[in-house]
């Protein structure tokens, strides 16, 4: 099956692995997608993420939360040969948080406390990234130099590119911007 790009059509993804359709937050049937944690993930090539300012934005609902046994999860991620810009989340210091990185830079966003959905939002404008949750900032931290891509630009759904780390849960309604969709 396919991912469809909604919006522009440029960006529809093939599923890979056993990727299937699911209830979304608004309890709408096969209008999210269900990830194993194992091996699930949508394939998407593009070259839509090319300046220095954008965002990404996805609603998600883990099936449990991170630990020391599973510690990362990525939700969203492009690059080429590396996660260069990802969303994602994280077993860090004791705690579960939600994650962005964008160029080796990282931001994270509070503890976790529930498998709830959940809207998250990575913002990259020129020397900052910040991570919104459920609309409001949880977090800024300052970067230098401009965002980099590698050629061929590749984005997954529900696993980084490189070092297996698959998402477990449903993510719905995931937008790439090329710009800022805050400040």
């Known amino acids: 099956g396919d991912a469809v790009d909604s919006q522009s059509g440029l960006n529809t993804g093939s599923l890979q692995n056993g990727t299937v359709a699911t209830t979304n937050r608004i309890n709408e049937a096969n209008k999210a997608l269900q990830f194993d944690g194992i091996d699930d993930f949508v394939n998407i090539q593009t070259n839509q993420l090319n300046n220095n300012t954008f965002a990404f934005a996805t609603w998600v609902k883990l099936d449990q939360l991170p630990d020391v046994n599973n510690p990362e999860q990525v939700i969203f991620s492009m690059g080429s040969a590396f996660d260069q810009h990802y969303l ?28 709830n959905w959940h809207l998250l939002v990575g913002v990259r404008t020129g020397g900052q990234i910040k991570i919104y949750v459920d609309g409001y900032l949880s977090n800024t931290v300052n970067t230098s130099g401009a965002a980099s891509y590698d050629s061929p630009l590749t984005a997954r759904i ?24 805050i400040d």
């Open 88 to 115: 994602g989340v994280e077993y860090t210091n004791g705690n579960a948080a939600w994650k962005f990185s964008s160029n080796g830079a990282t931001v994270y966003a509070g503890n976790i406390v529930n498998t």
């Open 158 to 181: 529900g696993s980084s590119i490189i070092n297996n780390k698959f998402f477990k849960g449903k993510i719905d309604d995931v937008k790439l911007f090329n710009g800022s969709l």
